[in-house]
């Protein structure tokens, strides 16, 4: 039995600098991912989207490891999310369990898409954490407009917030990409059916389409939001208009009485 740990370290890893301070043989790499072959069975799958998914390793040796990787992640997590997920090999069928998945063989590209398809399932907690933490600010302040009638939002908070959903937005966009299948899946077809039996095993696009759904819920209350603070700064700038008008009368009223 092989055992597969995936963590989300940070929100980003710098591969570049990584792969050139770490020495070990790459069995596959890219500007998004690097795969690890540390020798007798044992792999090490680093994602730029900072994660780090482990096969067949001891905790000590996944600690040393996350420890050595520290410098390179960007935006740390305080509160690190993981997942576990078992390998059995050599057997007469492909079957997929609730943590586990049995497979005829044991090819060092199968035991990579296993463990793509379980950091991808942790990188969705991740991001499904982010969206809930918007939407329940997103609530906030929609239960705020209902009570007074008004946004309780200053235009440079509105700001930061937009911002904030912009990104992660980004982040998913460029990071997941749950609905596309690996190269090597293309010409395999045991790779193929593995590859569909994960992703469901692991429910990943109905999980990417909630976390699409909750930003395009955000996204819309915040043109809301950018509509009605643009409303209130225009009829902040008549009142001054008016103000300054009606200033502007007395004066020429006083001068007036002067002469």
């Known amino acids: ?30 500007a998004d991912e690097l795969f690890y072959s540390i020798g007798n069975q044992k792999y090490i799958y680093v994602f730029k989207y900072g994660i780090v998914c482990f096969l067949n390793h ?25 997942d576990e997920f078992d390998i ?3 057997t007469h069928r492909t079957n997929f369990g609730f943590n586990k998945v049995e497979i005829v063989r044991a090819d060092i590209e199968d035991l990579r898409l296993v463990m793509l398809n379980v ?7 991740h991001y499904s954490q982010q969206t809930n933490i918007l939407l329940e600010e ?37 990071n997941l990409y749950i609905f596309d ?19 469901k095993t692991f429910d990943l696009q109905a999980r990417f389409r909630t976390i699409q759904e909750g930003l395009q819920i955000v996204k819309e209350n915040l043109e809301l939001f950018k509509d009605l603070l643009q409303y209130r700064n225009s009829v902040v700038l008549e009142w001054i208009i008016i103000i300054l008008i ?14």
């Not at 200033?247 to 009223?253: A, G, Q």
Request: net charge negative; glycine share 4%.
């Open 181 to 199: 299948s690996p190269e090597e899946t293309w010409e395999d077809e045991y790779l193929n059916k593995l590859d569909i039996g994960l992703k």
């Open 246 to 259: 009606l200033v502007e009368v007395i004066n020429l009223f006083v001068e007036k009485l002067h002469h």
């Open 88 to 90: 059995e090999t050599d």
């Open 138 to 174: 997103t609530n906030y302040h929609t239960q705020i407009l209902e009570k007074k009638g008004k946004l309780d939002l200053a235009g440079m908070d509105l700001k930061k917030y937009i911002g904030r959903t912009l990104n992660l937005k980004n982040r998913i966009a460029e």
């Open 119 to 125: 950091s991808q399932s942790v990188a969705l907690d």
């Open 1 to 30: 039995m092989l055992k597969v740990f995936s963590f989300q370290l940070a929100d980003t890893i710098d591969l570049k600098s990584f792969k050139a301070a770490f020495t070990a043989e790459i069995h596959h790499g890219d």
């Open 58 to 82: 001891n905790e000590v040796e996944m600690s040393a490891f996350i420890q050595l990787i520290s410098p390179f992640c960007r935006n740390p997590l305080t509160e690190r999310l993981n």
